[in-house]
């Protein structure tokens, strides 16, 4: 192949469609691990289509959300792909919130964002079932199956003449012995192997071992952060028409436990955020030695507990102790009860921590030094909101492939 992408989440796949759309004639693949395609971070997601609020004016984050917000909607629109902009509200509910909406309302404006702030009365007309002392109301915000987003990416890939490879796990990389200027792609099974020319690699939760493959730094590097939900009952679904979300903690990178509508009619609540013992580990109980003790050892990881030792330990207690997530989720709708709730899916965040423990917020590329390194490029940290901003992602990632690859 001319240009190999491995994994088939919804990042590699919007990378491989654009390439292929911008250069057809070029030969392309894309590898994945699994049996199909967004079994992971892409098939486990909230499935907000995020307006673009939070992220820091001028941040890569940003900038690809909000392109990647208005990419998103005529991309489903051509494809038919089902969405619903249900809204969301940002809710303040205690007075020392207060401030830090009315920063994100500021950054929302900066960003180019269509909010508006409301009152504990307007918050009603929006969410009649919500209390709350003000809120930003973001009606652009969606809801949409990025698992069937990332499906029909690759649909249009193979339909153009791409093709999808699953089953085969890349367990290395090496120069290729078959062509000038390559590389190998070494598959578990040693029955299988690729010559490409380029590689692109978008591998998620295992992004910052496959770049230490072919010779980048191990750092970033990558902690599993399992995040649970639970299911409002069939009964209780009209209490939440759109999205409703808490004032973030900014100390924190994820935006805390909110109410979700599914493209499906149910309500996802969720999800709170707890070290995985095993990346790709949904369960509880899910265990792996090798990824649980490379964490533990991981001096990132460690400082960053230490930092917030207390706030890990009341997550801790609100995955073992349903009653203390419902409570935080009480602030909102104060109706909302025990018995309204069934425990429902997870996810696995791969967030990109450096060795002061600091979180990785944005984008990273990286090809690392060696004799690989002018035929590679590892996206090493593409986290939420990257689902929505998939399509404008791949734009940059292409724009970057062109430049280093002289396409
Ligand atoms: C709980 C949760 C909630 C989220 N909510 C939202 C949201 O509401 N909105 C939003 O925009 N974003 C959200 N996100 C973020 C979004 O889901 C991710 O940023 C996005 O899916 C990342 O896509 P990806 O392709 O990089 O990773 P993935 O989907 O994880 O894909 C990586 C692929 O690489 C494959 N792979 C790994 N190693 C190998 C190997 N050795 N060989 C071959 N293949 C390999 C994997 O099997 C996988 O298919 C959420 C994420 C989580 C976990």
């Not at 919007?14 to 004639?25: D, I, M, N, Q, V």
Request: net charge positive.
């Amino acid at each position: 192949y001319d240009v190999t992408i491995v994994g088939g989440g919804i990042v590699g796949l919007a990378t491989a469609r654009e390439l292929l759309l911008r250069h057809p004639g070029v030969k392309y693949a894309v590898v994945e691990k699994e049996n199909e395609v967004s079994l992971h971070q892409s098939g486990h997601n909230s499935g907000v289509i995020h307006a673009g609020i939070y992220y820091t004016p001028g941040s890569l984050k940003a900038k690809l959300c909000v392109e990647g917000l208005e990419l998103m909607y005529k991309y489903c629109d051509q494809q038919n792909i089902p969405y619903k902009k249900v809204g969301k509200l940002i809710v303040a509910v205690e007075e020392e919130e207060i401030p830090r909406l009315d920063n994100i309302y500021k950054r929302a404006l900066q960003n180019g964002c269509t909010v508006t702030m409301l009152d504990k009365h307007e918050i009603k007309d929006v969410e009649p079932h919500c209390k709350g002392l003000k809120a930003i109301h973001s009606p652009k915000t969606g809801i949409v199956d990025f698992a069937v987003v990332a499906r029909s990416y690759g649909k249009q890939f193979a339909e153009g003449g791409g093709t999808i490879r699953t089953n085969f796990e890349v367990s290395n990389f090496k120069k290729s012995s078959k062509l000038d200027s390559g590389v190998l792609i070494q598959g578990k099974d040693p029955n299988q192997q690729i010559h490409s020319k380029y590689v692109i690699v978008c591998g998620g939760l295992y992004a910052d071992r496959l770049a230490a493959k072919s010779g980048c730094e191990i750092l970033p590097k990558i902690v599993p952060f399992r995040g649970d939900y639970l299911v409002l009952k069939e009964s209780k679904r009209d209490l939440v028409r759109g999205n409703i979300y808490p004032v973030p903690d900014p100390r924190f990178p994820f935006l805390g436990v909110h109410y979700t509508p599914r493209m499906d009619g149910s309500v996802w609540l969720g999800p709170n955020a707890v070290l995985a013992f095993k990346r790709e580990g949904y369960k509880f109980f899910d265990f792996n030695f090798k990824d649980l003790s490379e964490a533990l050892l991981f001096s990132g990881l460690q400082k960053l507990v230490f930092r917030n030792f207390s706030a890990g330990v009341n997550e801790l207690y609100r995955v073992a102790n349903m009653n203390a997530q419902v409570k935080l989720l009480q602030r909102f709708i104060p109706e909302l009860k025990k018995e309204d709730v069934v425990k429902g899916p997870s996810g696995v965040r791969a967030q990109a921590l450096d060795d002061k423990g600091n979180l990785v917020d944005d984008f990273v590329f990286d090809s690392g030094k060696g004799e690989l390194s002018t035929n590679m490029l590892h996206v090493r940290n593409a986290p939420s909101p990257a689902a929505t901003s998939s399509l404008a992602i791949a734009k940059m990632i292409a724009d970057e492939v062109e430049t280093k690859y002289q396409f």
